[in-house]
């Protein structure tokens, strides 16, 4: 008999990816927990699309409301758009009143970039050289987990990305001044190769690199470079957004910098395909008129919906506020952790968004890692990897996360360090 796993790897290709050796066939969600097809529950500390939990039935009946009156595009006048519009960027500093819908973030990092080009008329991208921002075309060529066919383009040119263990710079206070010192080189090679400077885009969390702690100012001075040749700046939220870090609402917020472009995607819709780009008005402006661009669906009605009952429940169920509280709960637990496993070399995190860095003999300890989170998943926790060598344990569960769910993780945790470090 032909197994789920035979018939997707038909299907879909064999390398499409699935997490754990032995992939959760998932049935259904609810809040943090996932169950399986064999009614196993799981506590989910991974999935960040489910922002406001798993089903939630406000979001459900928002979607299934509107479903039954009305689904279109936008060229339609649609009530629903606009005012999603009005309340996502009232949610915004720095004159970021104006908006494009589309489907996901990689769909609105692929617009900022052309946002960013006609606003300067160059093509040249500074990003880090430990990131990921997508799977358009062009916003691959910012990725540095596999070289695209053809080689990495000349416009686009990387930084060192900051890290807590390994520097740039050799200590964690220069390397603010180190990751600048990367983005002047990057300008002179942008400046000298004729592309010239457009746009730094970066996660302001910088999560797939590996969330590392870092000070409000830490970009002060390379924003000050890319402002100075000519550039803008590029917010990618899709990760930190929406109150997950619990200081603020935005990653960008607790950098303290002012951002020209902020791309949205992931939580914002709890599942539903909905994202966004946020930009100033003489921007959007300028785009409209370099490039013709529409987006079937950014923006339907059920799509607005969806994201509207998320942006009402973070508010009416305090989220970001809980981010806050029980990230910083976890945080400690992780802290307890550390004292009983020396593999754990740092542990770090805002909000619910942390995780725990593993070495072994002065080596970033990736196997371990693995192992790990594979045990984990065996006990009933899903977690995963993040960083240049994927040793750090990435905990980044739906902000409905709680207390006692933190200490579900750490007891789960514990037991897989005794068993397999």
């Keep these: 008999m032909t197994t789920i796993y035979e018939r997707r790897a038909r299907l879909l290709g064999p390398h499409m990816t699935t997490f754990y050796k032995e992939p959760v066939h ?9 169950w399986d097809t064999d009614g196993r529950q799981y506590l989910d500390c991974y999935n960040n699309v489910p922002h406001v939990g798993h ?20 060229r339609y006048v649609h009530d629903g758009i606009v005012e999603y519009g009005e309340a996502l960027t009232a949610k915004f500093d720095h004159d ?80 603010a001044a180190a990751f600048a ?47 100075a040749a000519g550039g803008i700046i590029i917010a990618d939220e899709v990760q930190p957004g929406f109150g997950r870090i619990g200081s603020h609402w935005w990653g960008h917020q607790k950098l303290n910098f002012a951002p020209d472009i902020v791309t949205l995607g992931k939580p914002m819709g709890n599942g539903h395909p909905v994202a966004a780009v946020i930009t100033r008005p003489e921007i959007l402006t300028c785009f409209q008129e370099g490039f013709k661009y529409f987006n079937t669906f950014g923006g339907n009605p059920v799509s607005a919906a969806a994201a509207m009952a998320v942006l009402n429940v973070i508010e009416d169920e305090k989220l970001v506020e809980n981010a806050k509280e029980v990230g910083a709960y976890a945080l400690d637990l992780l802290g307890e952790l550390q004292k009983r496993h020396d593999v754990i070399a740092d542990v770090r995190g805002s909000g619910l968004f942390f995780g725990a860095e593993l070495w072994r003999d002065g080596k970033p300890a990736t196997a371990l890692c693995d192992a790990v989170v594979e045990e984990m998943r065996h006990t009933g926790v899903l977690l995963h990897t993040e960083g240049r060598f994927d040793n750090t344990l990435k905990i980044r569960p739906p902000c409905v996360f709680t207390k006692e769910n933190a200490d579900q993780l750490a007891e789960v945790m514990d037991a897989a360090l005794e068993k397999v470090a």
């Excluded at 998932?26 to 996932?34: F, M, N, Q, T």
């Excluded at 799977?135 to 000349?154: D, H, R, Y």
Aim: proline share 5%.
């Design 55 to 74: 089903c939630h039935p406000k979001v459900v009946e928002a979607i299934a409301s509107q479903a039954a009156v009305l689904n279109t595009h936008t």
């Design 26 to 34: 998932v049935a259904r969600g609810e809040g943090v927990y996932l």
């Design 181 to 227: 010192e990367g983005v002047k080189q990057a300008i002179a090679a942008l400046e000298e190769n004729g592309h010239g400077v457009s746009a730094l885009i970066v996660c302001p969390y910088f999560a797939n690199e590996g969330f590392p702690t870092l000070d409000a100012g830490f970009l002060d001075e390379a924003i000050a470079l890319v402002r």
């Design 96 to 175: 970021l009143d104006s908006m494009v819908m589309v489907c996901s973030g990689s769909e609105a990092n692929d617009v900022a970039l052309r946002m960013a080009q006609a606003m300067t008329g160059k093509t040249g991208v500074i990003t880090t050289d430990n990131t990921y921002h997508g799977n358009t075309t062009a916003v691959s060529q910012l990725n540095t987990s596999k070289v695209p066919i053809g080689g990495f383009q000349e416009h686009v040119q990387r930084a060192p990305a900051p890290d807590n263990m390994m520097p740039p710079g050799g200590t964690r206070e220069g390397q």
